[in-house]
C-alpha cells in the first residue's frame, strides 16, 4: 500500500473531466512550465499523505453519496507518484469508475518506463491528457486543457474521441464557500485557488 502526497482533493466536481468527478490533485512537479495553474502544488513538501486505502476509501464513500462517474488524477505531476495512484486506479476501475490522467509528459516519454510504475497506472487510465502546458498556445476549443499542444488519449473505449469538444463541458469553473470564509475555485484551466477572507 503505497503513500500518496496530496496537495488537494474535491469529493465531488464537474469541471475536471466527464461528468461528476472525485479531482486529486497531487504535490510536486519538476517541469515548472512558466504560467502553471497551480505553482503552489509544484514544490516537492509534505502536504496531505494518505495510503491508497484511505484515498479509496473516500473515493468509495463519494460514489455512493454523489454518484461520481470518475475519478481524474492532475497536479502537480501524478506520473512521479504513479505507484499510489495505479492502486487507486485499479481500485477504481473495479467499483466501475473511469480514470482520467492529466499529465506534464507525453505518452512518448512515459512508455520510455523511465518514471516507475508509469505502465500500472497507464494500464488503468481511461483518458491521459499528456504535455506540458505551453503559455503561448492558449486553447480555445477544447474542454479541459490549457495549452493546444496538450493531447487526449483515449486508452480505453470507456469515452468516444471527440468528446474534448462536447459543449456540455465547455470550459468552466466552480466556487466554493467554505464555513470558515475561504473561497477554493477549480475548473478551466485546471487550476485550484484559496483565498481566504479572514483578516
Ligand atoms: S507539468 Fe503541469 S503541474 Fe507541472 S509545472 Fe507544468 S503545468 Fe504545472
Known amino acids: 500500500m503505497a503513500k500518496i502526497n496530496i496537495a488537494h482533493f474535491i469529493e465531488n466536481t464537474e469541471v475536471e473531466g466527464p461528468g461528476k468527478r472525485f479531482a486529486v490533485w497531487v504535490q510536486g512537479c519538476l517541469r515548472h512550465c512558466p504560467g502553471c495553474c497551480n ?10 499523505i494518505l495510503d491508497s486505502q484511505q484515498l479509496c476509501s473516500h473515493i468509495k464513500t463519494s460514489q455512493c453519496d454523489n454518484g461520481i462517474e470518475g475519478v481524474t ?21 473495479k467499483i466501475g469508475l473511469s480514470v482520467m490522467v492529466f ?4 505518452l512518448e516519454e512515459l512508455q520510455k ?14 483518458l491521459l491528457v499528456d504535455g ?34 462536447d459543449e ?20 478551466f484551466p485546471w487550476q485550484v485557488v484559496m ?5
Open 195 to 199: 483565498e481566504s477572507n479572514r483578516p
Open 103 to 106: 499529465s506534464g509528459y507525453t
Open 132 to 165: 506540458a502546458y505551453d503559455q503561448n498556445k492558449p486553447e480555445k476549443e477544447r474542454n479541459w486543457v490549457g495549452s493546444t499542444n496538450q493531447r487526449f488519449h483515449f486508452l480505453t473505449n470507456f469515452y468516444k474521441d471527440g468528446i474534448e469538444f
Open 39 to 48: 505553482p503552489q502544488f509544484l514544490d516537492f513538501i509534505p502536504k496531505t
Open 73 to 93: 488524477f492532475l497536479g502537480g505531476e501524478p506520473m512521479l507518484q504513479a505507484r499510489g495512484l495505479s492502486e487507486v486506479a485499479s481500485f477504481c476501475r
Open 113 to 126: 518506463n523511465d518514471i516507475p510504475f508509469t505502465e500500472e497506472l497507464l494500464q488503468f487510465t481511461d
Open 168 to 187: 456540455r463541458f465547455s470550459h468552466s469553473f466552480e466556487l466554493r464557500f467554505i464555513s470558515d470564509g475561504s473561497i477554493i475555485t477549480n475548473g
